[in-house]
Nanobody, 123 residues
Framework: HVQLQACGGGLVQAGDPLRLSCAAS????????MSWFRQAPGKEREFVVG????????YYGDSVEGRFTASRDNTKNTLYLQMNSLKPEDTAAYFC????????????????WGQGTLVTVSS
């Protein structure tokens, strides 16, 4: 059983940075591909960033590429999301997710989900 705990959300101003963390426990962290998804009120769940098991390759949604960076520390069982130049449209609940094996963009293929952390970006 794998448990994911997301933290780091809060209220920030447009243009500011913010760093989210996702702490994993249970099984071997390096066996899991990891991603961040987000969901704003009234909108569908959206892929944000993803990272392979070793951290050797990252993937980005079109709306965040160039501003957000995914990373992981397998010695600490932790996934990170560095968000820069935040915009009001980035406001959403952010969820970390883990998939046993190779990376995928598809939410239905992820095995475990964190509880979410809310990011609010004001104008």
């Amino acid at each position: 059983h794998v448990q994911l705990q997301a933290c780091g959300g809060g209220l920030v101003q447009a243009g500011d940075p913010l760093r989210l963390s996702c702490a994993a426990s249970g099984h071997t962290f390096s066996d899991y591909s990891m991603s961040w998804f987000r969901q704003a009120p009234g909108k569908e769940r959206e892929f944000v960033v993803g990272i392979t098991r070793s951290g050797g390759r990252t993937y980005y949604g079109d709306s965040v590429e160039g501003r957000f960076t995914a990373s992981r520390d397998n010695t600490k069982n932790t996934l990170y999301l560095q968000m820069n130049s935040l915009k009001p449209e980035d406001t959403a609940a952010y969820f970390c997710a883990a998939r046993y094996g190779v990376f995928t963009f598809r939410p239905v293929q992820y095995d475990y989900w964190g509880q979410g952390t809310l990011v609010t970006v004001s104008s």
